[in-house]
């Protein structure tokens, strides 16, 4: 389904590589997931698997075509990171505006539409996008990433920035998704969630792949997914301890 | 589909903007307000005199506002998706960067050409009422402030790809300033009032960055004074057809088929350059 050769990124001339040298490999009916701490890369990869960024070098192949080809992205779901739609519409016409862009004739559109947004608990949602809270637009980005039936759904830390009934809320809407036989990838750096959802992870940090398999064979017995993410982590990045006039009695 | 799709809700969206409604409220009062003042305002008694102040007023307010609405559309239509993030949700469905872009020129020129609509028809009306007269030039002054007004708006949309929308407007209102001055140069170019290197120079710069289309409004404005200021003979002026050849001289005149043309080439370039600024773009 998606397959990413020696990927490379690198956004200025002047900055770090987003990217370096990543490969992995998705296949069909699998729920893979993409940790790694906050600035390690996933978003650039993901961006670049739905053909939002370049690769500055390697390749990206997306049900055997590229990421710029319209109908290999029709065959994908992207909710996007702190996603955000056009303010002043509301659920409903950002639904149908996608559906359109999906290619769904008026009738489907009509009920998928209905339905995804029953499903996203948007229901009846007659307010602007502008008046909604990150929540809200975190379920539209959901409803709408389900709507053209995807063979692949791609979430891009899909609970940031929300409360824990939020997180618990999007967390079962995902689980839900995975049951029906989705393939899923998941971008996150929350270790919960993908251990919960994810039956194959890559841990990303600075752009590399440091390790990747599936979680049983990559977390060894008695050891946590957390203690393997962070001993992996902090093997490439200590943390700093306080500043000195933070240490100083008052 | 796809840019039909964008091209229908980037209207939807560009119609319940305020500030468009008010820009659009404002000119429509201020133009009602041009039609009612000859009535009010002391000293124009002429159908003439009423009429000069009219189109003295429309061409005034009218321009600026068409201009405006023009800045509007250009600053909103594509730096908002761009601005909030939505354009990752939409550019990630099935839909060409070609088809966002050609829905998103479209959706702006139908709104500006809209607005335009509104102001020709309610300044037509405006003049109707006093008499009529000058139909001809209004409708070329409205088609040629239109046509301005949507290639600064391609700047201003191009502009946003890269920049902070008011940082774009403002460059494309100095770019629009520098254009009027030229047109002005240009226009004394053309009746020898300026000759030598500097009249090359003015030609060049004419000729190598688009400039404006113009009409005979402001040509008809000066005739239409000169006539009503010498009804009873110009004592002050003992020439006055030849004080009007000099005056009109000064002013440019209407655009021909070539800046029509020149007008044309120039919005296709702009176009393709916002779709490649588009195509580029990573989000």
């Not at chain 2, 589909?1 to 980037?10: N, P, S």
């Not at chain 2, 028809?121 to 001809?136: P, T």
Request: hydrophobic letters at 50%; one cysteine or more.
């Amino acid at each position: 389904m998606v397959e990413v050769k020696e990927l490379r990124k690198r956004y200025r001339s002047h900055d770090p590589l987003a990217v370096d040298g990543l490969s992995l490999a998705l296949e069909r009916g699998q729920a893979f997931g993409l940790l790694g701490p906050n600035g390690a890369g996933k978003s650039t990869v993901v961006k670049s698997i739905v053909g939002l960024t370049r690769p500055t070098s390697g390749e990206v192949r997306l049900f055997g075509s590229t990421p710029g080809d319209a109908a290999a992205r029709a065959r994908v779901g992207f909710a996007p990171e702190d996603p955000d739609f056009p303010k002043f519409l509301r659920a409903d016409e950002v639904m149908d505006y996608f559906g359109r862009l999906q290619g769904l004739a008026s009738e489907e559109r009509r009920q998928r539409g209905a339905e995804a947004l029953e499903w996203a608990g948007l229901a009846g949602e007659r307010r602007q996008v502008r008046r909604f809270s990150k929540g809200m637009k975190q379920r539209l980005a959901l409803a709408q990433a389900i709507l053209g039936r995807p063979a692949l759904l791609i979430f891009d830390e899909p609970t940031a920035d929300l409360d824990p009934v939020g997180r618990r809320d999007v967390r079962d809407m995902i689980s839900q998704l995975k049951a029906a036989g989705t393939t899923i990838l998941l971008n996150s750096h929350l270790l919960s969630e993908v251990e919960r959802v994810c039956d194959t992870v890559a841990i990303l940090v600075r752009g590399r792949v440091r390790a990747v398999g599936p979680v049983q064979e990559l977390v060894p017995e008695g050891k946590t997914l957390e203690q393997v993410f962070m001993e992996l982590v902090e093997a490439t990045s200590a943390a700093p301890g306080l500043p000195g006039f933070m240490k100083e009695k008052s | 589909m796809g840019a039909y799709a964008v091209a229908r809700y980037t209207l939807l969206e560009l119609g319940r903007r305020r500030l468009l409604q008010v820009l659009i409220g404002v000119a429509i009062l201020l133009t009602a307000g041009i039609g009612i003042a000859p009535y009010v305002l002391p000293g124009f008694r002429s159908a003439d005199d009423r009429t000069i102040l009219i189109l003295v007023g429309i061409s005034r307010i009218d321009g600026v506002a068409i201009e405006l609405c023009a800045f509007a559309v250009g600053m909103v239509v594509i730096n908002h998706d761009l601005d909030s993030g939505a354009i990752v949700a939409i550019l990630a469905k099935p839909i060409t960067r070609l088809g966002y872009a050609a829905g998103k020129v479209t959706s702006a020129l139908f709104i500006v050409v809209l607005i335009d609509a509104v102001f020709t028809a309610g300044s037509m009306l405006v003049v109707l009422l006093n008499g009529g007269g000058h139909m001809d030039v209004m409708f070329w002054f409205f088609a040629a402030s239109s046509a301005n007004a949507l290639l600064l708006m391609v700047l201003v949309m191009i502009l946003t790809v890269y920049l902070n929308n008011v940082i774009g407007a403002a460059i494309v209102v100095a770019f629009s300033f520098v254009q009027n001055q030229v047109s002005d140069l240009h226009a004394m170019v053309q009746s020898n009032l300026i000759t030598g290197t500097f009249a090359g120079i003015v030609s060049t710069v004419w000729w190598t960055v688009p400039h404006q289309l113009l009409s005979n409004l402001q040509r008809d404005i000066a005739t239409t004074s000169l006539k009503v200021n010498c009804m009873q003979g110009c004592p002050a002026l003992p020439n006055p057809q030849q004080y009007l050849a000099q005056e009109l001289a000064r002013i440019p005149g209407a655009s021909g088929e070539g800046d029509i043309v020149y007008w044309l080439a120039y919005f296709v370039a702009l176009c393709a350059i916002l779709y490649l600024a588009l195509r580029r773009k990573q989000v």
